[in-house]
Nanobody, 125 residues
Framework: QVQLVESGGGLVQAGGSLRLSCAAS????????MGWFCQAPGKEREFVVAIRWSDGDTYYTDSVKGRFTISRDNAKNTVYLQMDSLKPEDTAAYYC??????????????????WGQGTQVTVSS
């Protein structure tokens, strides 16, 4: 059974940092891409960033470039999202997701097969 378990969310002041973790289990993810999405109340789930397990290549949405960094630890089967220079508009539930890597990046949530339960990030002004 595939499981993605997020952790690391919390309350932080604007300008602060958080590191989210996504521990993956239940299958081999070497041919998968892992993504982070966020969803604020009343809004649709939005793509944030993705990484390929195979070579560590990454793809960021413009609003987080230079502030967020995604990485992976193959030995621990864990993906991390380092979030720096946080802004109040980053407040949302953050979800880890996985999809087979077809060599093309996808920002569409429906293309991701596996999802975690989410972790809340709240940035106060």
């Amino acid at each position: 059974q595939v499981q993605l378990v997020e952790s690391g969310g919390g309350l932080v002041q604007a300008g602060g940092s958080l590191r989210l973790s996504c521990a993956a289990s239940g299958r081999t993810f070497s041919n998968y891409a892992m993504g982070w999405f966020c969803q604020a109340p009343g809004k649709e789930r939005e793509f944030v960033v993705a990484i390929r397990w195979s070579d560590g290549d990454t793809y960021y949405t413009d609003s987080v470039k230079g502030r967020f960094t995604i990485s992976r630890d193959n030995a621990k089967n864990t993906v991390y999202l380092q979030m720096d220079s946080l802004k109040p508009e980053d407040t949302a539930a953050y979800y880890c997701a996985a999809r087979l890597d077809y060599g093309v990046w996808s920002v569409a949530s429906h293309t991701y097969k596996y999802w975690g339960q989410g972790t809340q990030v709240t940035v106060s002004s």
